[in-house]
Structure formats: structure tokens, C-alpha cells
């Protein structure tokens, strides 16, 4: 095993224990990025479909598998010139298919070689790339086992090397696990390691397949960094390295605009917020001398609460946590995020890498309970978020962009209860919905592989994505309408479904919170905290109701009523192979029995299941002081009446959005896209047209900034000052004239530079002689 | 003695440099720079009257030099007379910066 430089101080029930090998889960996706990384270079050396030149095309390379041309030669002749039709018909169309940009792998449709043919090294990479996902789950819960033998009220840390030392700054590679990093370890390991199957079947096929493997295990690298990592700095290092594989698997189809596009967006939009991580790791240091999580937690314990200094860097931390979590003002690029691989979006801008905001508040717990008008910002943003996000749902109509707005809402959830001080909340509404959200996105993915097969095969250029082109798909997918169900319940908070449970905790917990609690008791903005938290708890109530509302449409018009695809697409759907339905099952069972991870009280109670797994017990020694700070001593809670009231209401209000919006979509008949001609008005345009948020950056942020640029920094510093006054005027025209003068005495005369050097000469032999 | 020499070193040496600077004809020019060595010839020898025998090993030096150089000036002035016609310095202007 790897040398440690420093053991820890006081022993440690988990010393010895499988935790020692804490670093093999996480060094495991790395193997995995490196192994496929070598694969990839190798089949991707030779130019390929997706090189820009497209005389390349044909003649081997990627996706034109040796396996394909073998096969063309053992066909009959016919069948060769009916395959060098279609690659031609297929040339053809690119261009057409380029410029609409919508669908979800225009860029697959452009390759010209049999859709059929899997990818030249699918095993190695397939066995590589979920190999180690599986290997490092299986490690993950033999240590949460080591761990739940051993109760370690402190973290286990370990430190592998020095990474940089400078003056007072001394940074380890150490990881740090805790009860917070195994559950995310665990969900990041679980989860990935079943989209990681996914993926297999979906995107098996494509020609860049090795790669895309790579940076899904090096996102899983650098998201356990992240979660283990016992640094602000370290967890950055992951921060950032999620934040590239994000930008990398966005625009992974990068041949059309639109998709590389949707990845930069990705990419600058979260530089604003490590502008604030950066900020408030530099005044942690300046400070308090400290940057890992032990140092500054205990550096912090003097200071008396709402003090300025942990404000700000509680709001420069959230900053942060806005960018990378999607939440308002910075949540315009997940959406747009959409265009990566439907798995990409169910790993990384839903399960994993969108949460990592809500780890870090959690993890910095310790720093929120301090600044309650900071942690009121956290809340009002969240709630804020969940109910604009929800809004916009209603109106989509790409089945991905719901999703990515249900996320964004879902996120808003989970902020409201970390910043409240519900910690277990979050992390619970975190566990829960990557299971639920995982599933819905992964059985989207199922959904669109079938549409996108169907379409390949009619050879017609229709979205695969459109909610409009679909209806009816229970019948021929049943496995994922079955699982998708699952998982909308839960969402929308039908009991006993996971979501009704950490939903419930989380208005539960805001509830609670309202009043006896230091957040109760500042202000924000001017509003009084409690008003503050019971608005919150109201937005998510509407909310939650609008969830339910927005996903039974989009289950309804996907899976249910008149089929829109078309006679020759409905021969050719069919339900997605097993490497893709066994995810969606297993997801399954975990959206429907991840509440049991934290039944509330009232069920333990009442019921004798016993405290079997509870997650608030699990968390007490990472997050248990933080919640009683906010408390004035203990955790906030309710009383029994008040809770199983809250429970009824938020029960009825789930259960009566899903027939509401049953019995609404029934009766409105759709038509598939093209044929839409149907125009919203009033609020409602306004809700299809995502609030014109974009066009309102565009227009306050995008324009005048560019503009400033244009007008001030290019043409008045760049073009005037730096390239006017310096290179052209101290580095070109000032030298020039000076030359221009000397060159004047060189005339070419001899004798003038004899006379020249007559007087030189005359000139120093006089102030030798006078000298 | 010794300032009997001197002075005619150094009237033959401003004789040389007046030549130098006024002369256009490029081999009255060389001719007053062979001028000019003898001349500083001529003050080595005398001063060799009072510091012994090292002006005139001096001499020697410069005599083989002005040897030498005279070979490569001569080559150079007919090398520009067979280009040009002429040695009038005054015509080669192609230094001009």
C-alpha cells in the first residue's frame, strides 16, 4: 500500500480497517480514465468520420470497423453497392442534419458506416470502463461496512504527500473520510457504476467510444476527489476536474455548433462561480491561516455568530455552490447541457457533479451555522430556484429539457434544507434523487435510443427528443415506462416512494426552522428570517405540487395515449438490450426504498421497523453540532401533530397534482412537431420561453459587455494604447525616426567619415592631453 | 636633432592627412596614407636615437604591413577602376544608409 507521511495523531477506530484503502476507490476510475485513454489514442490515431476533412470518410478509422469491411467483402455485390448508397445518401443528408442541431446525436447519424457495427475494441473498453466502477463500489461498501462497525466520531484522514509548501502554507494530498464522503462515495460509485453499464448499450456504437469512456471514469476520478478530499484546495481540484469532464462530455458530439457551444457555455458560466471559491479560499487562508476542514473548523470556534468575515466567505462559497449546482443567477447551463450523451446528463448534471454544491455547504457546515444571513441567501435562492425551475417545466417539450429543469428545481429542494441547517435533509434529498433522477434520465436515454433507432432506420431526420413525436411508448418499452413510472412517483412525492420521504424532511425541516432557530431570528435583505423560511416553505409546496404536475405530462405524452411516430417507425421501436434495462431496475428499487434510509420519526415510531438505517443517526458526528448551532442548542422539530399534518398536506397536494394533471393532459390531443402549429400566449409563452432568461443575460450582461470590450478594451487599450502607443508608436515609429536620423550621416562619402574620424580622434587625443 | 626629425615626421604626417581629406583620386589618396606610415616611420627612427632598438624593430613591422596593405589597396582600386572607369571616390556613394 501507498506510504503515508503523517498517521494520525490519536488512534482511530478505523485505523488498520479497509479503510487504509480509501485511495484505491478513488485511484481506481483514474486507471480506468488512463487504460482507455491509451485505447482511444490508439483507435482514434487514424483519421475518421469525425475528422473535419471529409475525404477521410470510408477509408477506415474510427467507426469503420475492420469487422464492418470484412463483413462488405463476404456480402454479395449487390449488397456492397446497396451499403455505398446508403453511405452516400447518408453524406448527402449531413449538412441538413448538422444545421438543425436539435436532435440528440445528429453527429452519429452523419457516420458512415453500418449503425449496426460496435465499436472496433467495445470489450476491452466496455470490461475496462465499468470494470473499475464495479470494483470500486465493491470497495466502497466493504469500508461503509468497516465503518459502521467501528462508530469514528472523528474523520479518518490520510495523508499521501506533500502537494505544495510555501511560507505559512503547508497543503497535503490527504483524503478525508467521514460518514458525508461515504455516503457520496458510495452514491457516486453505486449509481456510477450503473450508468457506466448504461452506456454500454448506449453508446456502444460510436465511433469515439473509448474516449467517451475515459473522461466518464476520469469524472468519476475527479468526483470522488472532490468528496474525499480534506481541503478546500484539494476538493477544488476536483471541483475544477468535474467541471472539465462536464465541459468534455457536453460537448462530446462536438461536430455541431450547437453541442460545443452548450459545453463552453457550460465551462464560463462556472468560471463566475470558482471566482468565488477562489475569493473565499483566500480569505480563509488570510485569516485563519487554515484551508483544510479540521483547521478551519477549529479556527472558527471563537468567532461569535453573524460575524462579517464568515458571511462573506459563506456567500463566496455560495456563489460557488450556484454555478456548479444550477441554481439562479448562474443555472442557464444545465439545460443547455442536454446536449451531451443522455447518460453524461444522468451522471454528471443530475446524480453527481450538480450536488457538489450541496456537499460543500454540508461539508461547511460548520461555517453556515455561523453566518445565518448567509445561510438565508442559501435559502431564498433555493426556494427561488425550485419554484422558477418547476414553472418552466410545464412547458418544455424536449423530454430532456424537463428533466434538466425538474433537476435544477430538485436542486433548489436541496439547498433550502442545507441552508436551513437541515443537513440530513439535504443529503437525503441528494441520495434520494440521484436514485430517482439517475433513473428518469437513464430511462429518457432508453426512450431516445429507441426513438433515434426507429428514425435511423425510416431514414427520416425527425427530433427524437420532442415529447410531440412520441405518445404511446408503453407498449413497446415497457421495462422503462415501468421503472420511469417509478421514478415520477417518487419524484412527485407519492408515498412510499424515496422522493415522498426527503421532500417531506426538507418542508419538514423549513417548517420547523421558522421559529426558534437563529436564522428565525435574522434578517435578510431586510425581511425578517422567519418570513424568510415560511416563504421558503411555501415556494416548495407550490413547487412540489408543480412537479407533479410537469412529470405526469411528460410520462403521459411520452408512454400513453395515440402513438405519433409514424407506420414505418412503429415496426422498429423496441425496448432497449438488457445492459440498459438492468440499470433502470435496479434504479429502480432504489428510488422506490431509498426513504428507508431516514424514515421520519413519527414512522419509526408508530411502526416497529426499528432504527435499522437511518441516515440522520449515520451523519450526527459530521453534521450534528452544525444542526444544534442553528438550534440554539438542539436540532429543530416539530410536534407530532404538526408533522403528520404537514405529512397529510404535502401527501394530498402530490397525489392530487398527478390526477389533476392526468385527468388535464387526457384531453388534449397532441400532434407530432412538425405539424405543431400551435401558438402559447400570454404567461404561458413566457414559461416556454424559459422566463427569456437567456435573452435577458444576453441583453443586460452578453451585449453591453461585448460592446465594452469591443469599444473600450479592443479598439481603445488593445488597438489604441498597447498596440497605438507601444508597438507601433515606443516599438516601431520612435525607433524609426531615430534611425531615419542616423542614416542620414551614413551618405556613402568617404571622405565624410574620414573627416568623422579625423575629429573623433582629434576629440580624444584632446581629452587624453586634457584629461 | 631629435626635434629636427619630429617636426619633419609631423609635417609629412599633416601633409598625409590633408591629402587623405581633400583628394578625390583614390590612388593620390592611398599615397598619402602610405605618406602618413612613413611619416610615423620616421618618429619611430628617431625616437629609437633615445629608447634603444625597439622603434626600429617597429618599423620593420610597419613596413611589412604597409606592404601587405598596399598589395590589397592596389587590388582594390583596380578592381573599382575596372567596374567604373574611374577611381573618383566621390562617385561611390552605394554606403549610403
Known amino acids: ?771 | 636633432m631629435i626635434a629636427e626629425a619630429l617636426a619633419l615626421s609631423a609635417a609629412l604626417f599633416t601633409i598625409g592627412v590633408v591629402g587623405v581629406l581633400t583628394r578625390r583620386n583614390a590612388l593620390i589618396i592611398f599615397m598619402c596614407i602610405e605618406l602618413m606610415l612613413n611619416a610615423v616611420n620616421l618618429a619611430f627612427v628617431a625616437f629609437s636615437r633615445m629608447h634603444g632598438a625597439t622603434g626600429q624593430v617597429f618599423v620593420i613591422f610597419v613596413m611589412t604591413v604597409a606592404a601587405a596593405e598596399a598589395a590589397v589597396g592596389l587590388a582594390i582600386v583596380i578592381a573599382i577602376f575596372r567596374h567604373r572607369q574611374t577611381v573618383d571616390l566621390d562617385g561611390l556613394r552605394i554606403l549610403r544608409g
Open chain 1, 1 to 771: 500500500m501507498m506510504p503515508f507521511i503523517q498517521d494520525a495523531a490519536v488512534a482511530h477506530p478505523l485505523d488498520g480497517t479497509s479503510a487504509e484503502w480509501i485511495w484505491v476507490v478513488l485511484m481506481l476510475p483514474a486507471l480506468g480514465a488512463m487504460l482507455n485513454g491509451i485505447i482511444a489514442a490508439i483507435s482514434e490515431w487514424r483519421p475518421g468520420p469525425y475528422d473535419p476533412d471529409r475525404k477521410h470518410w470510408g477509408h477506415g478509422g474510427i467507426g469503420v470497423t475492420g469487422e464492418h469491411r470484412i463483413r462488405a467483402k463476404e456480402d454479395d455485390v449487390a449488397g456492397v453497392t446497396e451499403e455505398l448508397r446508403s453511405m452516400m445518401a447518408h453524406a448527402h443528408s449531413a449538412g441538413e442534419t448538422a444545421s438543425t442541431g436539435s436532435g440528440d446525436h445528429p453527429a452519429v447519424e452523419e457516420e458512415p458506416h453500418d449503425p449496426d457495427a460496435r465499436h472496433r475494441w467495445f470489450y476491452p473498453v466496455s470490461i475496462v470502463g465499468v470494470g473499475v466502477m464495479l470494483a470500486a463500489f465493491g470497495l466502497a461498501l466493504a469500508i461503509y461496512f468497516d465503518m459502521r462497525g467501528a462508530r469514528a466520531d472523528e474523520a479518518f484522514v490520510r495523508s499521501y504527500f506533500t502537494w505544495m509548501e510555501a511560507g505559512r502554507l503547508k497543503l497535503d494530498a490527504a483524503l478525508w473520510l467521514d460518514q458525508l464522503s461515504m455516503v457520496m462515495t458510495l452514491i457516486i460509485t453505486g449509481v456510477g457504476a450503473l450508468i457506466h453499464l448504461f452506456s454500454v448499450g448506449y453508446m456502444g456504437k460510436d465511433g469515439l467510444y473509448a474516449r467517451y469512456f475515459m473522461y466518464l471514469n476520469l469524472f468519476v476520478f475527479f468526483m470522488l476527489l472532490l468528496v474525499l478530499g480534506s481541503s478546500y484546495p484539494v476538493m477544488f481540484v476536483g471541483w475544477e476536474g468535474v467541471g472539465l469532464c462536464s465541459y468534455l462530455l457536453i460537448g462530446f458530439w462536438f461536430t455541431v455548433k450547437s453541442n460545443a457551444d452548450a459545453g463552453k457555455k457550460a465551462f464560463v458560466v462556472n468560471r463566475i462561480g470558482d471566482f468565488g471559491m477562489l475569493v473565499a479560499m483566500f480569505l480563509m487562508f488570510a485569516n485563519w491561516k487554515a484551508l483544510d476542514y479540521a483547521g478551519v473548523s477549529s479556527a472558527v470556534q471563537a468567532i461569535p455568530n453573524g460575524d462579517w468575515l464568515v458571511t462573506g466567505i459563506c456567500l463566496l462559497l455560495f456563489l460557488g455552490c450556484t454555478g456548479k449546482s444550477a441554481q439562479i443567477p448562474l443555472y442557464t447551463w444545465l439545460p443547455d447541457a442536454m446536449a451531451g450523451p443522455t447518460p453524461v446528463s444522468a451522471l454528471i448534471h443530475a446524480a453527481t457533479m450538480v450536488t457538489a454544491g450541496v456537499y460543500l455547504i454540508a461539508r461547511s457546515g460548520f461555517l453556515f451555522a455561523l453566518a445565518p444571513a448567509a445561510s438565508l441567501t442559501v435559502v431564498a435562492v433555493g426556494a427561488l430556484t425550485a419554484l422558477f425551475a418547476a414553472t418552466i417545466g410545464l412547458k418544455q417539450w424536449d423530454i430532456k429539457k424537463v428533466l434538466a429543469y425538474s433537476t435544477v428545481s430538485q436542486l433548489g429542494y436541496m439547498f433550502v434544507a442545507v441552508g436551513a441547517g437541515a443537513y440530513v435533509a439535504g443529503v437525503f434529498h441528494l441520495t434520494t434523487h440521484a436514485f430517482f433522477k439517475a433513473l428518469l434520465f437513464l430511462g429518457a436515454g432508453s426512450v431516445i435510443h429507441a426513438m433515434h433507432h426507429a428514425y435511423h432506420k425510416t431514414r427520416r431526420h425527425e427530433d427524437a427528443q420532442d415529447m410531440r413525436n412520441m405518445g404511446g411508448l408503453a407498449k413497446f418499452l415497457p421495462v422503462t415506462c415501468v421503472t420511469m413510472w417509478i421514478g415520477t412517483l417518487a419524484i412527485a412525492g407519492i408515498p412510499p416512494f424515496s422522493g415522498f420521504f426527503s421532500k417531506d424532511e426538507i418542508l419538514a425541516s423549513t417548517f420547523a426552522r421558522a421559529h426558534g432557530t437563529t436564522l428565525a431570528e435574522a434578517s435578510w435583505l431586510g425581511i425578517p428570517g422567519n418570513v424568510v423560511m415560511q416563504g421558503a416553505w411555501l415556494a416548495l409546496t407550490i413547487a412540489a405540487a408543480i412537479t407533479a404536475v410537469y412529470m405526469t405530462r411528460m410520462m403521459w405524452y411520452t408512454f400513453h395515449g395515440e402513438n405519433r411516430t409514424g407506420p414505418g417507425e412503429r415496426g422498429e421501436l423496441h425496448e432497449s438490450p438488457w445492459v440498459m434495462t438492468v440499470p433502470l431496475v435496479a434504479l429502480a428499487i432504489a428510488a422506490m426504498s431509498g426513504g428507508w434510509l431516514n424514515l421520519p420519526k413519527f414512522f419509526t415510531d408508530a411502526a416497529p421497523v426499528g432504527q435499522s438505517v437511518s441516515l440522520e443517526h449515520w451523519l450526527e458526528p459530521v453534521v450534528g453540532q452544525a444542526t444544534a448551532m442553528v438550534g440554539h442548542g438542539e436540532a429543530p422539530h416539530l410536534a407530532h401533530n404538526t408533522e403528520l399534518m404537514l405529512v397529510a398536506i404535502a401527501t394530498l397536494i402530490a397525489i392530487g397534482s398527478v390526477a389533476f394533471a392526468l385527468y388535464r393532459f387526457r384531453s388534449i390531443p397532441l400532434v407530432p412537431a412538425k405539424e405543431d402549429k400551435h401558438e402559447e400566449r400570454g404567461f404561458w409563452k413566457v414559461l416556454q420561453q424559459k422566463y427569456y432568461v437567456d435573452e435577458i443575460y444576453d441583453a443586460l450582461i452578453l451585449r453591453p459587455g461585448l460592446a465594452i470590450s469591443n469599444t473600450l478594451f479592443y479598439k481603445g487599450i488593445d488597438r489604441g494604447l498597447i498596440d497605438g502607443l507601444t508597438v507601433n508608436g515606443l516599438g516601431w515609429r520612435i525607433p524609426w525616426l531615430i534611425g531615419k536620423a542616423g542614416s542620414a550621416l551614413q551618405n556613402g562619402r568617404v571622405s565624410t567619415y574620414v573627416w568623422v574620424l579625423l575629429i573623433g580622434a582629434v576629440a580624444v587625443l584632446g581629452a587624453v592631453a586634457t584629461g
